[in-house]
């Protein structure tokens, strides 16, 4: 089965509501915007290391899809972030108020996403899928907190993208195990692959802002510098700067931007002298390695494991 | 059982989250202002009529306060309402981001409220509450929408306060009843009694805002004249006006405000000249004598029935 033209499919048939326009429209549009639909992916592929029966897995796999864009469609408003994937986003597209209140009824179409699974299955379903969109919101409260705070640990700082980022993947997976009838310690394994790889997949993000090619990055290049955004490689960064170049970090991060290019050249070029990208991809490698690790120890065909391997270093960009 | 104590024992013993606090105290706060817990005692009122058994029905019942506070959290922000009970609201204490943010999660938070209900009743249990969930959204949708709209017509008001008020105390009953293990008719009719008395208190509300006593009202009486609040009261007159009264409307209704007091007197003068008060009150009691008919319809004891009798007549100040 081609499992991404089946999510396209099946998302094109969801019905979200009909009036008012106004409550459902950004949603269609939002979930139109497209993506790389991972999420439900990754719960079809764990579901299959199981099951051939990937029909109970569909709705639940496209409840994780809507869930993740409610989201971005929350975080958009509280970032005040004018595009998503290159398109206007609901707050500016419509206003505020809408963002809020159409997004609150896709966080109650994700749950009704569920309400198929097997009674016998509902619940712990259910509660897993909770825990993880509070811990989601936990994610993106410590995101904003850490914008006003004056020192933010990398602890700190790997816990929240843990939450914000990883624990969805991870929660992803898990949920096609358990639909798939996997035992509970491999749907465990699976939960830990997910969110590993979610880990190393934000981390390469915080990495490629700074030393990714503009061309195919899609981003502004340094723009996590020009914003003063407290990334991995800012936080290490300072943790190791000699007293210099903490003066050339601290003359430009949370100062006013005069010239963006000088402040990305000054702060890349302090990162380049600590060897803050080594350090950082063998961080990203060391999350890795331990995801591939716990999708070993999975009790299932390696045949089964490979398209969830190979989606692995796709999102590693480690291979096309 | 002293109810509204069980009630407020209990939501004293609910753990939303610790960490970060800045997205959970907000939620502490909101559900620590108080309030009338109508929603819960509706339901369990509603399961006693078939059990004595409260038991498993607390944690649901809770369940709706916990709804009902993120929608009071998220639609303040949205009316950009500095005070909630006398207290300032979780976006003016906190910022709107917070607000969003901890409003999610208490979503999030009131479903998990079910997740302990019998596995055979969850489905229709969670089906029911997403459900209601999304028609409270329609309903501040169209609220919103109405602000800005020429014309709104007397049905589409009494559906938005249906959607926006009435269904949740509808559904508050009917969770009472399937949980109690009320046949499907019962738990029906007691929906019905539900929404009706929705109805009933929200026109009376209306009604309150215009004829109310300042003393107990709690709101500046004329509040719903002077911000242009399209009520019943003034969507029955603009239907009902002749060519002069419609002017006087005109001349005050969307209009900058010189003298409030002089706009309530004016369009009350123009209510009083069309009978809208007795034309409220008939339209009130409609519903009230509607919501008995289906309360006197539910198969139960008429001394179980009797709690919740007096809790309508209770709402609709007829008894105290």
New interface residues.
């Given amino acids: 089965m081609d499992l991404p033209a089946h999510i396209t499919a099946a998302l094109a048939e969801l019905h979200y509501?009909e009036?008012?326009d106004?409550?459902y429209d950004p949603i269609r549009y939002i979930m139109g915007l497209g993506g790389k639909r991972i999420r439900p992916l990754l719960t079809l592929l764990g579901a299959h290391l199981f099951t051939d029966d990937l029909g109970p897995v569909t709705k639940p796999a496209l409840a994780t899809e809507v869930f993740h864009n409610f989201t971005l469609l929350?975080d958009d408003?509280?970032d005040q972030a004018p595009l998503r994937r290159g398109q206007p986003t609901v707050h500016e597209k419509w206003n505020p108020?809408?963002a809020?209140?159409s997004?609150?009824?896709m966080?109650?179409?994700a749950?009704?996403l569920f309400?198929d699974v097997a009674?016998?299955l509902?619940?712990v379903v259910?509660?897993r899928f909770?825990q993880t969109?509070?811990e989601v919101?936990?994610g993106?409260?410590?995101d904003?907190?850490f914008e006003t705070e004056a020192t933010v640990s990398i602890p700190q700082y790997l816990d929240m993208i843990r939450l914000k980022t990883a624990v969805l993947l991870g929660f992803c997976l898990e949920l096609g195990a358990l639909l798939g009838g996997a035992p509970a310690e491999d749907a465990e394994h699976l939960r830990q692959f997910g969110t590993d790889i979610g880990l190393a997949f934000q981390l390469r993000d915080d990495l490629l802002d700074v030393y990714g090619d503009a061309a195919t990055f899609g981003k502004r290049v340094g723009g996590d510098i020009v914003s003063d955004k407290k990334t991995y490689l800012l936080l290490t960064a300072q943790a190791q700067a000699s007293a210099a170049q903490r003066a050339v970090l601290a003359r430009h991060i949370g100062q006013p931007v005069a010239d963006a290019d000088a402040k990305v050249a000054a702060v890349r070029a302090v990162y380049d002298e600590l060897d803050i990208r080594p350090q950082t991809e063998a961080l990203i490698n060391e999350y890795f390695q331990q995801a591939l690790h716990h999708l070993a120890r999975v009790g299932a065909p390696d045949a089964r494991k490979q398209p969830l391997h190979h989606l692995a270093l796709q999102l590693m960009e480690r291979e096309k």
């Fill in positions: 509501g009036a008012p106004t409550l929350h408003l509280m108020n809408v809020i209140l997004g609150d009824v966080l109650v179409r749950y009704e309400f009674p016998a509902l619940p259910l509660r909770s969109a509070a919101c936990e993106q409260q410590w904003m907190n």
